[in-house]
Structures are given as C-alpha cells and as structure tokens.
C-alpha cells in the first residue's frame, strides 16, 4: 500500500493562546527546532510521503514546508475534520494516511512506521496508551468519500466510532503527548 502521512497544521492554537501562549504554538521553540519542524522531521525520517494542512497566515510552517520541499495546502480552517477533508482530496493518489497533530512532535519516525505497517492489514489503526486512545491514526483509501466530506473539529471520529479499529498497544506516552499549552522548561 501506498501511505503517506497528512499533518495538520491549520489550528488556531487557541487553548496555548488562552494560557498566555503568544502566536502559533507550532512556532515555538522546543530546544534547537520548532514543534512542528519536530514533527515534520520526524514524519519525514519514516520515509512516508508527507504531505501538510496549514493556514494562510503561518509563515512559520510554510517557511518549514518551503525549505524541506514538503507539498502543503493553506486553509483558514474552522476545524480538524475541514483540514482531513481538503489533505484528503489534495493526496487521492494515496492507499492510506496517518492522520498526524503537528502538535505532537514526540512522535517517533519508528511508530510512524509501526502505525503504517499494521495499516496494511487493517483498514484503521488507532495507537493506544494506557487505555487512551492517540495519534496518528491509521485509514485507508475504503474510507475516502467519509474523509472529504468531513467537517467541524470531531476530525475523524465519525468514522472511527462506526467502524472495527484496531488498537495497537504502545508503551509509548508520545502518542497522546501533545503541546497546548507554553512551555516553561524547554526540553
């Protein structure tokens, strides 16, 4: 199968805005690299097509796509499911996709790929931590007319809610980890 990873990146960043946060809180720095030039290398490490959601106004993201040549599409978007939408329709040519927060830039390139694998013997893939449910999440091309017509911010819930997903266990807390908050100690 042909799998590519679809990061979104079209947030608002509303909840890191709310609690003092300043800008995008995929521009901040975590250490030497942003938080998403995190996640966008680490996607890019899997050797996976990546292909990226972000909104008009992020230069700092676009900048990222820009200098790694990574294939992006701008949307002032409203929520997650309108971002899987239009990453969705933009890379039809894909088997599957794993639907990727570029807000979570702890994720390895090795689950990346570990999500993928066992996307090629099920049709959705779901990471679990502790019995928590975490991204990215694995679908299929079966799912394509569901995903492009998505919208809110459920993202994909709907499809996973109606369907068999197979929960692959991690002993790995990246996959529910993510940044929505500032960061007082840089890591």
């Not at 040519?93 to 570990?114: N, T, V």
Request: aromatic residues 6%; contains cysteine; charged residues 20%.
């Amino acid at each position: 199968m042909n799998i590519g990873i679809l990061i979104l990146a079209a947030g608002r960043s509303q909840r890191f805005k709310n609690a003092g946060g300043k800008g995008s809180k995929l521009n901040l720095l975590l250490g030497e690299q942003t938080v998403f030039e995190k996640t966008l290398l680490n996607s890019m490490d899997s050797k996976l097509a990546v292909h990226v959601v972000t909104r008009p106004d992020n230069e700092g993201v676009i900048h990222s796509c820009l200098q790694y040549n990574i294939p992006f599409s701008l949307l002032d978007s409203d929520g997650l499911g309108e971002s899987i939408a239009l990453g969705i329709k933009n890379t039809s040519y894909l088997d599957g996709w794993l639907i990727q927060l570029a807000d979570m830039p702890y994720i390895s390139s090795s689950l990346l790929l570990c999500v993928a694998n066992n996307l090629n013997h099920h049709s959705l893939v779901r990471p679990v931590y502790g019995g928590l449910p975490g991204h990215p999440v694995g679908i299929s091309a079966k799912y394509y007319s569901e995903l492009i017509k998505l919208a809110g911010d459920d993202g994909a819930k709907s499809i996973l809610r109606h369907n068999f997903v197979y929960e692959l266990e991690i002993n790995d807390e990246s996959v529910i980890k993510d940044i929505d908050y500032p960061i007082v100690d840089n890591e």
